[in-house]
């Protein structure tokens, strides 16, 4: 058994705010989902930790260099003003 975590931020209202998520994994009981131990919300992510209730600074820097990672890894896609979908009305 071990600990998974998940992170993200939302903007919300011009603020962002950070989502901190703590799952209990059970490894080689078969196919058991991850059972959530722990959830945050807060505008500052260290209070989002301790609300999930993960203590440890190393492991709230962890999650955190993590989150940023995924962010530096997404794909922009630029949309094209010519592929947009045509409306007809039928008159």
């Given at each position: 058994m071990?600990?998974?975590y998940e992170s993200y931020f939302k903007t919300i209202k011009g603020e962002k705010h950070f989502f901190v998520?703590?799952?209990?994994?059970?490894?080689g009981?078969?196919?058991?989902?991850d059972i959530m131990e722990g959830y945050g919300m807060?505008?500052?992510?260290?209070k989002a930790c301790l609300i999930?209730?993960?203590?440890?600074?190393?492991?709230?820097?962890k999650i955190f260099d993590s989150m940023e990672a995924n962010l530096a890894e997404a794909k922009i896609i630029n949309l094209n003003s010519?592929?947009?979908p045509v409306m007809t009305i039928a008159g």
């Open positions: 071990n600990y998974i998520k703590k799952y209990l994994r059970l490894d009981i078969g196919e058991v989902s807060h505008t500052d992510f260290k999930a209730g993960i203590k440890e600074v190393h492991l709230q820097q010519s592929l947009a």
